[in-house]
């Protein structure tokens, strides 16, 4: 399977209003593993930066007058992305803008070259209510991304694909016998547990204990808004 792990800066918010694309950076994956490939460029864009905009990735249209357009590597990128898994956080962000460059040149929408993974959808699936931004990602996940002052497209893309990894890889971790972090079982290293003759000892509590198993009980039906629900 081969999945691109992509994003983009742009200038403004909405390509509705003219906004345009002026980086693009993209990680290969195959089967799971990074291959090495990856692809970067910055784009010049024929208009202004919004400040907001510059105050988040940094990039000025004063760096970007000597790039090329966006029309000069689209051949290159689409070459680079056709056929794969595109892997976005909040793809609908970056689907919008490329849709509309490619739109600009006639060659249709970026779906009709490749499918699209939202890992933002994916991870408010996976951890509702809960913060889903990358940063936040990357805490939950113990992915460093303390290198990360600015937004740049490349870079934020390989830590993505670091998150996207972590988030479906299952254990990544904590390895309890030796196996690489995230690899699933073979047949060869599962053992079946092995049971004591005349079946399994069952303990029961002491007075003490069920005394204590109820305090506990009560104190927290005290503190909870909803109950302690326990003792249902």
């Not at 792990?5 to 799971?32: C, F, K, M, S, Y």
């Not at 966006?70 to 595109?86: K, M, P």
């Not at 460059?101 to 959808?121: F, S, Y």
Request: hydrophobic residues 40%.
């Amino acid at each position: 399977m081969r999945q691109i792990v992509l994003d983009t800066e742009t200038t403004g918010l909405d390509p509705a209003q003219g906004h345009r694309v002026i980086e693009i950076g993209a990680v290969e994956l195959v089967n799971r593993r990074p291959s090495g490939r990856t692809y970067h460029q910055y784009l010049q864009p024929d208009r202004a930066i919004d400040e907001g905009a510059q105050d988040v990735h940094g990039i000025s249209a004063e760096f970007l007058a000597d790039k090329p357009r966006f029309a000069d590597v689209v051949d290159e990128f689409l070459a680079f992305v056709s056929g794969a898994q595109l892997v976005i956080h909040n793809a609908p962000f970056d689907v919008g803008f490329l849709d509309a460059e490619l739109a600009r040149l006639d060659r249709g929408r970026i779906e009709d070259h490749c499918t699209v993974l939202d890992t933002l959808a994916l991870a408010r699936d996976m951890h509702p209510g809960q913060r889903n931004s990358l940063d936040a990602l990357c805490r939950r996940y113990e992915i460093d991304n303390s290198h990360r002052e600015l937004h740049g497209a490349l870079l934020d893309a390989e830590i993505l694909a670091d998150v996207y990894l972590a988030m479906t890889g299952g254990q990544v971790s904590l390895s309890l016998d030796g196996r690489e972090s995230g690899q699933a079982a073979t047949e060869a290293t599962r053992r079946p547990v092995e049971r004591p003759p005349g079946g399994l000892r069952v303990i029961h509590p002491t007075a003490e204990e069920l005394a204590a198993h109820r305090d506990r009980l009560a104190a927290i039906d005290a503190a909870s808004a909803d109950g302690c629900r326990w003792r249902d």
